[in-house]
């Protein structure tokens, strides 16, 4: 699979969500520099990747809007019908947390948690009263994503920490 095309075909649907694209292409830098891809199923979780936003930028949005939207990107890529199949379960519920996964679910999940410790991402999270980094991070499937994300949110803290004393 053409992971450029499927993203240049994606972008403008993606550019309507609120952190846009660059949100996609650092979930997508994030998995490929942080998970092992299997061969297997590196192809379905890239596509699961670029495509979990599409559709709007509320969660109802990209689960109502999203599947069609990437069931028809794939289309035009020639995708076989159980691979659009398998890629749009996965960006109809890319936000829940279900026991048993599949592994590209998981490295999307996992990516799109990280990435909200992000320098971009973690000043809009960190905003929000009361936002829970812990319950993020404990929502993590991968042991090594917990830990790099407990690592990224001390660096972020100790920064805050530097600049409130200057």
């Keep these: 699979m053409d992971a450029e095309r499927l993203f240049s075909l994606a972008k403008p649907y993606l550019e309507k969500n609120d952190l846009g694209s660059a949100h996609t292409a650092r979930v997508l830098a994030i998995a490929r520099k ?27 949005e990209q689960y109502e809007k999203g599947p069609a939207i990437s069931s028809t990107l794939l289309r035009q890529m020639n995708a076989d019908e159980m691979f659009l199949k398998k890629v749009c379960q996965i960006v109809g519920t890319h936000h829940e947390h279900p026991d048993h996964p599949s592994e590209p679910f998981r490295i999307l999940y996992d990516s ?8 971009e991402e973690y000043p809009i999270y960190n905003a929000r009263p009361n936002f829970d980094w812990n319950r993020i991070i404990d929502s993590i499937y991968y042991e090594e994503g917990k830990k790099l994300a407990r690592e990224i949110l001390q660096q972020r803290r100790k920064a805050s920490r530097r600049r409130s004393t200057k």
């Design 34 to 60: 942080n998970f092992v891809l299997p061969k297997e199923t590196e192809d379905l979780t890239v596509a699961a990747i670029i495509l979990h936003d599409i559709g709007g930028s509320t969660i109802r």
């Design 112 to 119: 799109d948690k990280i990435v909200m410790f992000s320098p």
